[in-house]
């Protein structure tokens, strides 16, 4: 395997040799003594690793021309690690380029072992960064007519789909509000034999009941009293097409009977109207409430949920997609930084850990406003958990448990979640958490999380 490479800038010319004899051995090193020089070899050879020397000529006793390179540098490439080289009374300026975006810093004299851990803690985050990059962009690439996700739960979502597609049956899809319901319908229609027919979307919840008749059924002229022209509604505008009828759960007993008719015989009549129209129109439902307690109340027909769910498709909450989540958040930052043009395209560690940790009782819709939010009130180069509004509403769910309960639980979340994330490897978890394989299996015991078999 090909020794990573690291890219040394040093205008001492002794210092510089002496780094690359040090460090040939380990890595595929690269010279630049100044920041023109610099950057070239970043352009070809993208290193992943930087260690810079602020004081650059042409003004080499300041430190203008080392944070101009660090600034352009992490503009070619915002997962490159820079690590300052800084003598020891320069400090202040270290610390300032951590600010903009620097790794770490190093002060000379250099320890060239000091060095080494540091560079290799560097290159292994780079990896893992790389790793998950790439991933990411798999899952862009390999996303289901743009839904996203890897979790077992959403394969299944996926395989349903493609199995109703090729069929005209009915179709009920269930789950709680921000699930992404309608784009499940639509991802049904665009692998369907129906794809090149229209896509009509009529949400049940959103129209006052005495108009919603007439936005499904149409009406003839003089029908009612503003009825001053023949409308046809949306049956008809979605002939030869499909028809996804959003929060099915909240049409009345009447129109219930009327949608049942249609899914009997396929026929319609408008408002005001005698004659039967016939319709070549699939209808997939949708709704986040439970049809089968609205059944036992007498507010939803039983016949009708059973024409409707002649297949139903059940869409996981958030947090239950433990392994999406990350993902979905990535890659949804990645798509709001280049619509809106932004160079933000990271989280903060601490950012990444309250995603994990929220509960996203919004589910994806709310992660989705979460992080167009925070793109916008954003003043770092990274996203932190007050640009996403996460700094208080992660802990909420443990603020009525007392301080013992409260860590239990708060342990058992990030146990399960890291087992998650690893496919239930007691190894990969235990390096995640920091732990050692014994402390994890004696936390698991204590908290009742029983190993994956």
């Not at 709680?176 to 369907?192: C, D």
């Not at 950012?351 to 939010?373: D, H, M, S, V």
């Amino acid at each position: 395997m090909d020794n990573p490479k690291l890219l040394i800038v040093e205008d001492d010319e002794e210092l510089r040799t002496q780094m690359k004899w040090a460090l040939v051995q380990d890595y595929e090193v690269f010279l630049a003594h100044d920041r023109p020089n610099a950057l070239e070899i970043l352009r070809s050879e993208r290193p992943a690793v930087v260690t810079l020397d602020l004081g650059l000529p042409p003004h080499p006793e300041g430190s203008e021309e080392g944070f101009l390179a660090l600034s352009e540098m992490l503009e070619q490439d915002g997962l490159i690690k820079v690590i300052i080289i800084t003598g020891q009374g320069e400090k202040d300026n270290a610390l300032k380029a951590i600010g903009q975006g620097a790794y770490d810093f190093f002060c000379k004299p250099i320890q060239i072992d000091e060095l080494k851990v540091v560079l290799n803690r560097a290159f292994y985050l780079s990896q893992l960064e790389l790793e998950h990059r790439e991933l990411q962009q798999r899952l862009r690439e390999e996303g289901f007519e743009g839904m996203l996700g890897a979790s077992t739960q959403v394969q299944e979502v996926f395989s349903s789909i493609r199995k109703v597609a090729t069929t005209d049956v009915s179709v009920l899809i269930v789950g709680e509000s921000g699930t992404g319901k309608e784009l499940v319908a639509r991802a049904i229609h665009r692998q369907s034999g129906r794809k090149d027919g229209p896509f009509v979307v009529i949400n049940c919840g959103a129209i006052p009941e005495n108009l919603l008749e007439s936005e499904l059924f149409g009406h003839e002229k003089g029908a009612f009293t503003d009825a001053h022209i023949q409308r046809k509604g949306r049956f008809e505008a979605a002939q030869g097409g499909t028809l996804f009828l959003d929060e099915i759960g909240e049409l009345s007993l009447v129109l219930q009977v009327k949608l049942l008719r249609f899914l009997q015989e396929q026929k319609i009549e408008r408002i005001g109207g005698r004659e039967e129209i016939l319709v070549d129109a699939r209808v997939l439902a949708a709704t986040n409430r439970d049809l089968m307690q609205a059944i036992e109340e007498g507010k939803f027909r039983e016949d009708l949920y059973y024409r409707l769910g002649v297949v139903t498709i059940h869409l996981p909450p958030l947090r239950e997609r433990e392994e999406d989540v990350l993902v979905l958040a990535k890659a949804l930052l990645q798509r709001y930084a280049d619509e809106n043009k932004k160079k933000i395209t990271e989280f903060t560690k601490q950012a990444i850990r309250a995603i994990e940790t929220y509960n996203w009782p919004g589910n994806i819709r709310e992660l989705e406003n979460r992080i167009k939010r925070a793109l916008i009130m954003a003043e770092g180069r990274k996203i932190t958990p007050e640009d996403l509004e996460l700094v208080s509403v992660v802990y909420r769910k443990y603020e009525k448990l007392g301080l013992k309960d409260a860590r239990e639980a708060l342990e058992r979340n990030f146990i399960q979640r890291a087992l998650a994330r690893n496919r239930g490897s007691i190894t990969k978890a235990a390096e995640e958490l920091e732990l050692s394989r014994p402390t994890l299996y004696e936390l698991m015991e204590k908290l009742g999380i029983e190993k994956e078999k």
